[in-house]
């Protein structure tokens, strides 16, 4: 699969602020809540918008995080301003 340039620098960005790397989940937290902290558990959908903006969608994968039942929607979506590397917006459920 390859990814072209643009996308995977929009990913990233958005990742770092969705999810950035070294946060752990508090104390106590169940099963569901410690997958959640967990990059690999968010699957990624890119669409490319208008002059240069990008924008990334993250969802909880199917299956993942489902120890103690269906996981409400726990996404994101952003729109991210790749030249700039800045993100614009952000839309959370």
Request: hydrophobic content about 40%.
């Amino acid at each position: 699969m390859r990814i072209p340039a643009d996308l995977a620098a929009a990913i990233s960005l958005a990742m770092d602020d969705f999810r950035p790397l070294g946060v752990k989940p508090h104390r106590g937290a169940t099963p569901d809540e410690v997958c959640l902290y967990q990059r690999e558990s968010f699957d990624v959908t890119v669409a490319p918008g208008p002059e240069g903006v990008v924008f990334v969608r993250f969802t909880v994968k199917d299956g993942a995080c489902d120890k103690d039942g269906p996981v409400a929607d726990m996404g994101s979506t952003y729109a991210v301003e790749v030249a700039k590397h800045r993100i614009l917006v952000i839309q959370r459920p």
